[in-house]
């Protein structure tokens, strides 16, 4: 599986962004798919993911409430629509596809990664 993420971009606090990962590969259909971040000087994160349908979600504590993730496995595609976006959401986004096909948080459950996509949330 082969991942693009784009997407990211300067926004102010407060309004939203939508990022988005493009899949090639047969197995991204069977994968549940994640999205973490990395902010400078800190460790990668989880933030999102969804599995192999789309039937079952599962959002890290900081985001919930703001953030969705969907996907639509007729475009090999998956989304992270931000809203009210903070400052502390200002990071490299990464999206990776897993080796499961149930949700999961554990960065080691992932095998595949795109390349990142920066979010800067600024006034």
């Known amino acids: 599986v082969q991942l693009q993420a784009s997407g990211g971009g300067l926004v102010q606090p407060g309004k939203s962004l939508r990022l988005s990962c493009a899949a090639s590969g047969r197995t991204f259909r069977a994968s549940a798919m994640g999205w973490f971040r990395q902010a400078p000087g800190k460790e990668r994160e989880f933030v999102a993911a969804i599995s192999w349908s789309g039937g079952s979600t599962y959002y890290a504590d900081s985001v919930k409430g703001r953030f969705t993730i969907s996907r639509d496995n007729a475009k090999n595609t998956v989304y992270l629509q931000m809203n009210s976006l903070k400052p502390e959401d200002t990071a490299v986004y990464y999206c990776?596809?897993?080796?499961?096909?149930?949700?999961?948080?554990?960065?080691?459950?992932?095998?595949?990664w795109g390349q990142g996509t920066l979010v800067t949330v600024s006034s």
């Open positions: 990776a596809a897993a080796s499961l096909a149930t949700p999961t948080r554990n960065l080691n459950d992932y095998n595949y």
